[in-house]
């Protein structure tokens, strides 16, 4: 079974200060990585995602992630953060190995990230 | 270009009756998903699609649940005899079906209430 685990519920931080949002996951193979956010009333935008290559991910508005195989860790960043990025964050998985139709996400529970002036 | 649409936004029905869901795809894309998200929590896998059929049901919490693609582009999520514990926002997603292109687009979901 494949699993992900978003260890903060909230994260707040100054704008121009640097931002990470952590995310571990759990699958049986090899992982596809999706980092999504949530603005209120509004469905899921995809930022970002690993599929293979490159460790380091770079996606829109400025965020990147950063995959970590040793430490089962696909964490967000941003160098910069802006009051505008605040919104919940998901971070999904998908299991490469699972056969059959296996194209389905499994999220996180989502971090509140707050950026205040 | 248009994106995953999804009708109604908004459904509120009463404990026992029949509801049904719509997911337009973004056009061209021959994987459709349907997932539920309660308040608090991440979005959970109900079914998935590739073209007519559903590949993957196993996240349909029980037989009240049922959906349907029959052309290969808009699906419909049907629930019978709704109870209250199915009130939450229901998302659809759709998505090409290449390695390199796999990511899943996200409407903007139906919020369902069950009085």
């Known amino acids: 079974a494949q699993s992900v685990a978003q260890p903060e519920d909230q994260v707040n931080v100054a704008e121009g200060n640097p931002l990470t949002v952590k995310c571990t996951y759990s699958?049986?193979?090899?992982?596809?990585l999706f980092w999504y956010v949530q603005y209120p009333n509004r469905g899921l935008q995809f930022l970002l995602k690993?599929?293979?290559?490159?460790?380091l991910v770079k996606g829109s508005y400025g965020f990147e992630a950063e995959f970590n195989k040793s430490q089962t860790s696909f964490h967000l960043k941003k160098p910069s953060a802006l009051v505008s990025d605040s919104a919940l964050y998901f971070c999904a998985v998908r299991d490469v190995w699972v056969t059959g139709g296996g194209n389905k996400l499994t999220f996180g529970t989502g971090t509140q990230l707050k950026v205040e002036l | 270009g248009a994106g995953v649409s999804q009708t109604p936004s908004n459904k509120v029905t009463e404990k026992g009756k029949y509801v049904e869901l719509r997911c337009d795809p973004i056009s061209g894309h021959t994987a459709l998903y349907w997932y539920r998200q309660s308040l608090g929590q991440g979005p959970e896998f109900l079914i998935y699609f590739q073209g007519t059929g559903a590949a993957d049901d196993s996240g349909l919490p029980n037989d009240r649940f049922f959906a349907v693609r029959p052309e290969g582009s808009v699906s419909t999520l049907k629930i019978q005899r709704t109870e209250r514990g199915d009130s939450a926002v229901y998302l659809c997603?759709?998505?090409?079906?290449?390695?390199?292109?796999?990511?899943?687009?996200f409407g903007p979901g139906t919020r369902l209430t069950v009085l």
């Open positions: 699958v049986s193979g090899n992982p596809y």
């Open positions: 690993y599929i293979t290559g490159d460790n």
């Open positions: 997603a759709s998505s090409l079906n290449r390695v390199d292109s796999n990511e899943q687009f």
